[in-house]
């Protein structure tokens, strides 16, 4: 015990006192949050640009009804003729020109008119002007239906079926894939955890193997404890990482944001999707509040104590799984280039696990594939974690479940783990062979 | 308990490649004993097994008596063949950091790193990283490293590999000084020089198995063959050649008739020599009679050679 803390120490102090590593670790934070204010920089730059559409009204319609809103803004031209309009349109740089020709009958009247642009027009501005038309258009065919606008009015509004669990608490529309979304981002940052400090354990096998130190640290400690302190010191350098860049980020981005006086509530509407989704929602609904402060009582009842104990778990586990296939193939191989053939297979169920994950677990948290995925232990750590934020037991994922794919994750690491050990032991005191898998298999049983 | 290590028809093979087949050893204490054989023979196989690298499939193996276990790997130093240092790490850190994974505690290792240190003359390397020095430079911290704990067995596997004519000196007298203090040396190497020079105990390992131990006097007893390397102050030197030639096996002579010296070795059907003496001492006057005692180096290549004539 007391040489794998050595070990780790070691293996820590060697990764963090890297160069790169103290590069990496003050550059990144600084260059994220470069980007985000760059793109906070260009959305509001956006913003600002007013798009102005030309109006050449010849009807007695719409006299009215085109006028500026965000963003747009709309010129009439009077009294004269359609290439005239067009012409000085295009001079003066508006993204367009909407042409209303004279007809008695509304119908015909929208059906021939038109509207001219350099370029195909955008999605958003044609939906503002059809907006318009089809709000005409239904008023007229009300009136004509002897249905006054008030009477369509009461109407107009829209059926939200309400929905509960059988034990009767309410649910929420959206609220899987917030959720969903919340657990996702648990089970990316695994993903990328895996992947980056994976690689930074077989690198560091690879040089114990061409520094020719190998044979002597093993003939004092076991080739298991090496590999395991490998796997820890590096973590650990890991988290230490990942902490100074929240903490950093979150000090940088706070700095910044009071330099270029940007209100971060504005930035997260546009970029976040949880707010994203209860807007684009917001108008059809006509308790906002009330739905909006439900929405806000489900997120805070998020059992977060759980997820963040969970999100331990299934990170440890799961780090410690992939790491140690990692550590696996450092040591079977001579140089970095022979690595590629041995990753592919590692980050396939990784890959495959945030995939079903956005694909499955958002639209259908505990149906089969769901399920499965989060009880297969190379993939459980990230689909697992997109579910849980759901609860556990009642109405989110069964307790039974997640005791299985935890118990299932403890064998196979501890499987993984003797077998990766087995590969270790053998691979970091061979020289000169490119191993091939039937190697690998030869290994094992000896 | 005379012997540091025995090992009892130890057998280890990899896949369908016996490594090692039935090998027996006993190496006694505070000798140096040579391990010794061909590429490939097992010698990496068998020491790897003593530093509990890896584990024999049959056969048992004793450390001062006892059955090899966990506890035994701090009372041994193993200088492997193929050795490094991290290179990024400084020298001193690194230095401590191996002799504790030893055992030895952070203060201890420190005092002995730095009495090591100074007897090498390498003080100022201290905080120097290991990619700014010299192979021979690194491989005297390799040596530091693997005699700090102060282990009762030492394991040299090719230690010159590396070293000037100097240096390889200095690490030479290390070793016998280390012996003279007590320690038990098993020293793998092809260098058969250095084997005449320290070994007085050998085993000659080939194709995986044991085929030669022993006592090296003893060894070289048994292979001489009763040549003697003779000198002789003589007037009619052919005749005399021609008449031995006659009854004896007689290779390498030479007459110098301006000198009278006839000089050639002579092979006896025994060892006794008295009788050869006292014929030759009628006849001339005798400067040189000399036993040729084979060389380590000649025992290990009739024997590797003996047996692949034999397969």
Known sequence: MHKLGLIIKREYLAKVRNKSFVVMTFLSPILMVGMVLLIAYLTKINDNERQVVGVLNESDYFTNDFVGSEGTSYLHFNSI????????????????????????????????????????PSTNILDKIEGVFEDRLRLNRLQELGVSAQDFATMENRFELKTAT???????????????????AFGYLIMMFIIIYGGFVMRSVIEEKTSRIIEVIISSVKPFHLMLGKIIGTSLAGVTQFAIWIVSASLLMLVAFSIFDIDPSALSATSDITNGMTGEMAPQVPTLDKTMQLYAQELYDIPWAMLLTFFVIY?????????????????????????????????????????????SVFSNPHGPIAVGFSLFPLTSPIVMLMRLPGGIGEGGVPIWQVLTSIILLIVTFVGIVWLAAKIYRVGILMYGKKPTYRELWKWLKY | MNNILVTKEVTKQYGKHLALNKVSL????????????????????????????????????????EPLKAEHISKIGYLPEERGLYKKMKVG??????????????????????????????????????????????????????????????????PFSGFDPINANIIKDEILLLKEKGASIIFSTHRMESVEELCEYIALLNNSE??????????????????????????????LLKELSNKFEISLAKFDAAEGQLDFTLQLPSNDSKEMLA?????????????????????FIKNIQDKEVNA
Do not use: C
């Open chain 2, 210 to 239: 044991k085929i030669l131990d022993g006592k090296l006097s003893d060894i070289k007893k048994a292979y001489k063959n009763n040549i003697y390397q003779i000198g002789l102050e003589v007037a009619h030197g052919e005749a």
């Open chain 2, 93 to 158: 850190e690194q230095a401590l950091y191996l002799a504790q994974l030893k055992g030895l505690s952070k203060a201890d290792a420190n005092k002995r790193l730095k009495y090591w240190f100074d007897r090498l003359e390498i003080g100022d390397w201290w905080n120097k990283k290991v990619q700014e020095l010299s192979k021979g430079m690194a491989q005297k911290i390799q040596f530091i490293v693997t005699v700090l704990h102060e282990p009762k067995l030492l394991i040299f596997d090719e």
């Open chain 1, 81 to 120: 003729s359609l290439e005239a309009a067009k012409d000085s349109a295009a001079g003066l740089g508006y993204v367009g020109l909407l042409h209303i020709p004279n007809r008695a009958n509304l119908e015909e009247l929208a059906a021939q008119s038109f509207f001219y642009t350099k370029d195909v």
């Open chain 2, 26 to 65: 006993e190496i006694p204490k505070n000798s140096i004993y040579g391990l010794l054989g061909p590429n490939g023979a097992g010698k990496t196989t068998l020491i790897r097994i003593i530093n509990q690298i890896t584990f024999p499939d049959s056969g048992e193996v004793f450390f001062d008596g």
């Open chain 2, 279 to 299: 014929y030759l001492s009628s006849k001339a006057n005798i400067n040189r009679f000399v036993e040729t005692i084979p060389s380590a180096n000649e025992i």
């Open chain 1, 315 to 359: 990170f440890i586990l799961g780090y410690l799984i992939y790491s140690s296939i990692y550590a696996a193939i450092g040591a079977a191989v001579d140089s970095e280039t022979d690595t590629q053939q041995f990753i592919f297979p590692i980050i396939l169920p990784l890959m495959l696990a945030i995939y079903v994950g956005f694909f």
């Open chain 1, 166 to 184: 059988f034990k009767g608490q309410k649910n929420l529309k959206g609220i899987n894939e917030i959720k969903a979304f919340i657990g996702g």
